[in-house]
């Protein structure tokens, strides 16, 4: 056994814990590069309590999921500006484009040369601008992952800019910032969290550390992702989601995903669809697939028993096995508010394509059991049925 694991170097968990975040920084921390949501508007008080303990701020808000030309611009203003923090609030898109510019800071240079599979993967040299990420989603686990998502229009992809520096120095945790998610996006986000649990576990560079992190954030989203979702605030089932989403980001920030990932980051680069959403689609018939070729091709894999482990994770059944989990799966997401992936935007038509390029992809190293171009054709196959 061998295995390495990193996280942030310190994560703040709890109920209004956002608004402590100027005693949380180092002192002297005068100024700060903040990336927000396409709505900068919302974390207000966030931002003013920041500037009464005498921060000064410049903004930065990314419209969308961020692409090779929306951090450019972005990298462009932080270093004309030169932070000491770099504060990224917002869901993962915000996230991740605020890791991005911290690394990138000082890392100069073309970003295209540091990106996977469409760039030439050079390492990050220097390490990242000290970054503070602030989720007001539960779902990615972007605030401790070390990497960021980034749109590639021109190859009609989605890839990241990965580097051990890119970890935030400090991850802050607030339920309560998600307490107004509409059900949709509750629903998408928490569902990212679930199926980055899941991949994780089952994922072939999974570790003791991370299954124990995959398997809490399982239970938990197990038991509140529904809940988190209705119309009545739970403050419990929001707490979870968040502990859900934060377990996720650990656990695959020292394993890897697999095919759902995979496949969603290669569409996401295609139609315009919330990532989320597209995981949701294609949890079940990826879950499906993987369950049926590890028991063929190795039947005595662990993997194998690791499907009936989530069975009995998401049932609480101590005697379920795989099945229970497909059909658990199944009425979870008919229950939720969440397109087919038709509704969506993706077509029949764009399976070859999408196939051949997740095929390419970094998440899909991490599946179970090797999976080939005509595997993901099925299961895009099955997500369209």
């Not at 482990?309 to 008919?334: C, F, H, M, Q």
Request: proline share 6%; glycine share 8%; net charge negative.
């Amino acid at each position: 056994m061998e295995f390495s694991f990193a996280t942030a170097n310190t994560i703040h968990f709890g109920n209004g814990i956002s608004r402590t975040i100027s005693s949380l920084l180092p002192r002297g921390t005068d100024r700060a590069f903040v990336v927000t949501g396409s709505n900068p508007s919302r974390h207000k008080p966030i931002l003013d309590l920041l500037e009464k303990n005498g921060a000064q701020l410049e903004s930065h808000s990314i419209d969308k999921e961020p692409t090779v030309d929306s951090l450019n611009d972005a990298v462009q203003s932080a270093r004309a500006f030169e932070p000491k923090a770099v504060i990224a609030i917002g869901g993962g898109s915000a996230i991740d484009a605020g890791k991005a510019v911290a690394a990138l800071i000082h890392n100069q240079g073309d970003l295209m040369e540091y990106l996977e599979v469409v760039g030439k993967g050079r390492p990050l040299a220097y390490p990242s601008t000290p970054c503070m990420a602030i989720p007001t989603t539960a779902g990615t686990g972007a605030e401790v992952t070390r990497n960021s998502v980034i749109g590639v229009p021109e190859a009609g992809v989605k890839v990241s800019l990965r580097s051990p520096h890119m970890l935030p120095r400090w991850a802050v945790v607030d339920p309560e910032l998600t307490f107004q998610l509409p059900p949709e996006l509750a629903a998408y986000t928490g569902m990212d969290a679930l199926v980055q649990c899941i991949e994780a576990f089952l994922c072939k560079q999974a570790n003791p550390l991370t299954d124990a992190l995959a398997t809490e954030g399982i239970k938990r989203a197990s038991r509140s992702l529904k809940t988190a979702c209705g119309a009545d605030l739970d403050r419990e089932a929001k707490s979870d989601m968040c502990v859900a989403s934060l377990c996720s980001g650990i656990a695959l920030a020292n394993s890897k995903l697999g095919a759902v990932h995979g496949l969603a980051g290669t569409i996401g680069g295609m139609i315009d669809a919330p990532h989320g959403a597209l995981c949701a689609c294609l949890l079940l018939p990826a879950f499906r697939a993987n369950l049926e070729i590890v028991s063929r091709r190795e039947s005595t894999n662990d993997s194998v028993d690791k499907f009936d482990e989530i069975a009995r994770l998401v049932t609480g059944n101590p005697s379920a096995k795989s099945n229970y989990a497909l059909a658990w799966l199944e009425g979870l997401i008919d229950e939720l508010p969440l397109k087919p992936l038709a509704e969506l935007g993706f077509i029949e038509a764009h399976i070859s394509e999408a196939s051949e390029k997740a095929a390419r992809s970094s998440s899909i190293q991490g599946n179970p059991i090797d999976l080939a171009p005509a595997d993901l054709r099925e299961i895009l196959q099955d997500a369209l049925a």
